[in-house]
C-alpha cells in the first residue's frame, strides 16, 4: 500500500477508534490480503492492534470519559492543525510534546512526517500516547512521575523535577481554553505546573489549539500568550482574537493557509 492510502488509513483510524476489514477495503479500495499486511504492518509500528475482524488505534483501550471526549471534538481542525505545526520541525531539534488531544494529533502527524523526511531530532514527553505513536520513527524520552488515568500521562514531584533539568529548542503544548486572546488556561494544577516548566526551559513554545477554545476558559490560567512563539490554530479563529495575539507580539499561523499572519 502507497503512503497516501495509508496516511488515510490513519486519519480514519485515529478518528474512529477502530475500523473493520471490510471498511478499510472499501475505504482504500485494495484487496483484503493488502488491508491485512498494513495492518500487520501499523501493529509492528506501534500505532494500533489488530482485532477479530478489524484494528484498533492502540491509545484506546485505556482511557477515561475526559480523554476520549477530547479525542472526539474538532478531529478536522486538529489533524489540519496537525499537520501545519509539522512544518516548523527543524533538523536537530529538541522537543517537548505535551499529553493533550491536539498534541496527540500532532504526533500522529508528525509521526507521518518523520518517515518521509530525514530529519534528526530528539522527543521528550509526559505522555504513554506520544511515546506510542512516535518510539518507532525517532528518539523519545518519556518524562516519569505519578500516573494519570485519564490523561494517559505522568506529572508530580518527579516529573517537575526531571524538567527542570532539561532545555528544548521548541515545546509544543495544548490548552483547554482561551481568555481575551491572552490566557490560556487547562483544567488542573498539575497540568498547569508541567507546561508553566517547559515553555520556560523552551527556546520557542509553540500553543496547538482549535478556534473553538478562544473565549472558553477552564480552571486555572497557566500560561499567556507574549510568552508564547506562535499560536498555531484553525482558520475558523475570529478575526479580533487574531488581532490581539498579533498585538501581545504572538505569531499566529493558521492552519491550511501556508501562510504566516503576523507577517
Do not use: W
Not at 19 to 37: A, D, I, N, Y
Not at 146 to 167: P, S
Not at 199 to 207: G, H, P
Amino acid at each position: 500500500m502507497n503512503e497516501n492510502k495509508e496516511k488515510i488509513l490513519l486519519e480514519h483510524l485515529y478518528s474512529a477508534e477502530k475500523l473493520t476489514l471490510e471498511e478499510c477495503m472499501k475505504l482504500l479500495g485494495v484487496s483484503e490480503s493488502t488491508v491485512r499486511r498494513t495492518f500487520s504492518k501499523l501493529e509492528k509500528d506501534g500505532i494500533a492492534i489488530r482485532t477479530h475482524g478489524g484494528i484498533r488505534y492502540i491509545t484506546s483501550a485505556i482511557t477515561s470519559y475526559s480523554f476520549e471526549k477530547g479525542a472526539h471534538t474538532n478531529i478536522d481542525k486538529k489533524t489540519a492543525i496537525a499537520r501545519t505545526a509539522c512544518k516548523l520541525i527543524e533538523n536537530g531539534d529538541v522537543i517537548f510534546c505535551d499529553s493533550g488531544t491536539t498534541i496527540r494529533c500532532f504526533c500522529s502527524e508528525l509521526a507521518l512526517h518523520l518517515k518521509k523526511e530525514n530529519i534528526n531530532v530528539k522527543f521528550y514527553t509526559n505522555s504513554i500516547a506520544n511515546v506510542e505513536i512516535l518510539s518507532p520513527y525517532t528518539e523519545v524520552h518519556l518524562i516519569g512521575g505519578k500516573y494519570r488515568i485519564n490523561r494517559k500521562d505522568f506529572c508530580g514531584y518527579i516529573a517537575e523535577q526531571t524538567l527542570n533539568r532539561l532545555y528544548f529548542t521548541k515545546s509544543f503544548v495544548g490548552a483547554d481554553g482561551c481568555i481575551d486572546a491572552s490566557q490560556f488556561t487547562t483544567t488542573d494544577f498539575e497540568t498547569a505546573r508541567i507546561n508553566e516548566i517547559v515553555i520556560q526551559n523552551s527556546s520557542k513554545a509553540f500553543m496547538l489549539i482549535d478556534s473553538s477554545k478562544f473565549n472558553s476558559a477552564s480552571h486555572i490560567i497557566y500560561t499567556s500568550a507574549n510568552r508564547l512563539e506562535a499560536v498555531v490554530t484553525d482558520r475558523m479563529i475570529p478575526e479580533e482574537e487574531k488581532q490581539l495575539l498579533i498585538k501581545q507580539g504572538c505569531r499566529v499561523i493558521c492552519s491550511n493557509s501556508g501562510t504566516d499572519n503576523n507577517i
